[in-house]
């Protein structure tokens, strides 16, 4: 039988707890004994244990185990053979750095896809990061279950609780904001932060500082063709959807040049049949020369020439100021060319130009 002198453990970051066996194999293989050196890292506690009651907890440093920095386990043992035979205890060394990037993923559950009536598989991995807070409440929980306890064995005991909390927060967010499972990657902070604070009440209860909780993804499972089809149909129907957007985003900005233009359709068929054409019996056809009949060309030609002398000092003076022309400017000018165009003072070839010269200018 070994009587130990050292104490201490020197681990891998990802063990959260170590626990000090003093037997082995069912022997006795050492034991501690006061006057033992227990070495305790900056980053560690040791807890002693007995019968399953946590009795006394040593902060980093270097200790001689003794009566009077053991109060509660010497009371327990007893003082026999001077205070320095050998006893049994169970000690448990507690790593109080930050435990990183501890991987957690989603099992694929389905969400109805509302434009194609179809259950669409999702998933979702994140990880998150522990401390240990409180090792007495955190042991409290652990002791009797394992001897190691690792980050591996923190997400498998926690497994079931994350996953129920991220499904109900996506499904909770998804309904809230009336998205397709297609659309979920929008929602991926909204659901970590949703979740973080859960994650983090239940963490406590178990002396568990929560340092921090990622969601990374919230993806699709498109392995199945089908849901692959749905996939391509779901962005090409979007694609469709953003052309139309930008296309009326578009127009909405050149919203006053489209109603010009749309104008100037209108007139210039009115002026074929205003103008008209030389009628069956040698005459002038439409309207114009319908009103040659009655007697109104020669007021029409009036009106004209009154329009000629107001309208052509602006064109000219649009035309020598073109560089500075605004639109309203340009627009303006149109209206009163195509009321020319009406009145078949200009014709439809000069009209035309004119009209892609201004708008060339805007």
């Known amino acids: 039988m070994a009587i130990i002198n050292v104490l201490k453990y020197d681990g891998p970051n990802n063990v959260l707890v170590w626990k000090w066996r003093p037997e082995k194999d069912g022997k006795r293989a ?17 807890v002693f244990v007995k019968g399953g009651q946590i009795t006394d907890i040593f902060e980093p440093g270097t200790h001689t185990l003794s009566p009077q920095n053991l109060p509660i386990l010497s009371n327990l043992i007893g003082l026999a053979f001077g205070g320095n035979s050998p006893f049994k205890a169970e000690v448990y060394f507690v790593n109080r750095a930050v435990a990183m990037d501890t991987k957690f993923g989603l099992v694929p559950f389905n969400m109805i896809e509302p434009n194609f009536k179809v259950p669409i598989p999702i998933g979702s991995r994140g990880s998150f990061a522990v401390r240990i807070e409180n090792a007495r409440d955190f042991l409290l929980s652990i002791i009797g279950t394992v001897a190691d306890f690792e980050t591996d064995t923190l997400r498998e ?24 499972p297609l659309e979920l990657e929008a929602i991926v902070t909204d659901v970590s932060e949703a979740v973080r604070c859960i994650i983090s009440e239940k963490f406590a209860q ?13 993806p699709i499972v498109d392995e199945n063709e089908r849901v692959h089809k749905i996939v391509e149909d779901y962005q090409r129907l979007m694609s469709q959807d953003m052309e139309e957007r930008l296309r009326l985003k578009r127009r909405a900005e050149n919203l006053d040049i489209y109603k010009v233009e749309r104008t100037f359709d209108t007139t210039e068929a009115a002026a074929s049949n205003i103008g ?26 009036n009106t004209m020439a009154n329009m000629i002398g107001n309208i052509t000092p602006n064109v000219q003076q649009q035309q020598q100021s ?36 201004l708008l060339s200018r805007i």
Request: zero cysteines.
């Open 322 to 357: 073109s560089a500075t022309m605004s639109k309203d400017d340009v627009i303006k000018l149109l209206k009163e060319l195509g009321d020319l165009n009406v009145a078949g003072v200009l014709n439809d070839e000069e009209f035309s130009e004119k009209k892609k010269e």
């Open 30 to 46: 050492e034991e501690l004994r006061y006057g033992t050196q227990l070495v305790v890292n900056q980053t560690q506690q040791a």
């Open 206 to 218: 178990y002396g568990l500082h929560l340092a921090m909780f990622n969601i990374e993804a919230i």
């Open 276 to 301: 008209g054409g030389v009628g069956g019996d040698g005459g002038t056809g439409g309207i114009l020369g319908t009103m040659v009949g009655i007697g109104m060309a020669q007021p029409l030609a």
């Open 157 to 180: 005991f926690f497994r079931s609780f994350i996953t129920e909390h991220i499904k109900t927060a996506i499904v909770r967010i998804a309904r809230e904001q009336n998205l397709s």
